[in-house]
């Protein structure tokens, strides 16, 4: 494998001396097999040990790595320096504060993820001796897609209206809330279909669809919002047809 050059354009950005980010260039020697993220660990081993960036798995699993690669949001792991000839820019994910250099601040999806309740909550408590709660094939399939999300939030970062207001609940969110309300095995569904029809709910989304095109494990967020949409308006207009109690 022959061994080329490329310059990286990293974003810096320390808080305790940058007034804002700024972009420092890095010469990295790489070979086709190498990914981004590679690139980065040569820099801090090599070049700069103080450049702060989160990785873990290196196999696009842990979603830890995510950023801005040319504008685009990518996993680090996941995108290959052979794709970028001459120059790449990387950059922290956008929309979200930044901590430091390549890390971001994530309180405020902690904070949703949190209130989206992402586990299964039982219709009904079973005993221990009644065994496992069953599943068919095809109840596994009602969620499967949206059950691969490993919270990397690219999708955050693509989507137009969480940089424009925060409050939104946002696409990765919004599609593991979608993956437990379609389990089988789950009883909170209207808990958590409260949160889908709020003010900050999926009724925020424009549509625009991006967020999906950047999901690196095909989760489809955007469906998963459009298919809430659905649902939350049919549950508003249901409520005017369910028959009404007598007072007495
Ligand atoms: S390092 Fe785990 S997803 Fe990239």
Redesign the pocket.
């Known amino acids: 494998m022959t061994e080329q050059i490329i310059r990286m354009e990293v974003m810096r950005y320390r808080p305790e001396q940058d007034e804002a980010p700024w972009l420092q260039s890095f010469d990295v020697p790489y070979s086709d097999d190498m990914s981004v993220?590679q690139g980065l660990n040569y820099i801090k081993d090599e070049l700069d040990e103080s450049l702060s960036f989160?990785?873990?798995?290196?196999?696009?699993?842990?979603?830890?790595?995510?950023m801005m690669v040319d504008g685009v949001p990518k996993?680090?792991?996941?995108t290959f320096l052979r794709d970028y000839p001459g120059t790449v820019r990387v950059e922290a994910l956008h929309h979200f504060p930044i901590e430091r250099d390549l890390v971001v601040v994530l309180d405020d999806f902690m904070e949703k993820l949190e209130r989206i309740q992402p586990y299964i909550i039982p219709r009904q408590e079973q005993a221990l001796s009644e065994g496992e709660y069953l599943q068919t094939p095809t109840q596994l399939e009602r969620y499967a897609q949206f059950s691969s999300c490993?919270n990397?939030l690219l999708c955050y970062a693509a989507c137009p209206q969480y940089g424009l207001d925060s409050s939104f609940l946002g696409p990765g969110a919004i599609a593991l809330l979608h993956r437990y309300n379609m389990d089988s095995r789950d009883g909170a569904s209207e808990q958590r279909m409260e949160l889908v029809a709020a003010e900050e709910g999926v009724f925020h989304c424009t549509a625009v669809g991006y967020c999906s095109e950047v999901c690196?494990k095909h989760v489809d967020p955007a469906n998963a919002v459009n298919l809430n949409k659905t649902r939350a308006a049919g549950d508003y207009f249901l409520r005017f047809a369910k028959p009404k109690g007598r007072c007495q």
């Open positions: 993220l989160r990785w873990s798995c290196r196999m696009a699993i842990c979603g830890s790595c995510g996993l680090a792991c996941k490993i990397c690196p």
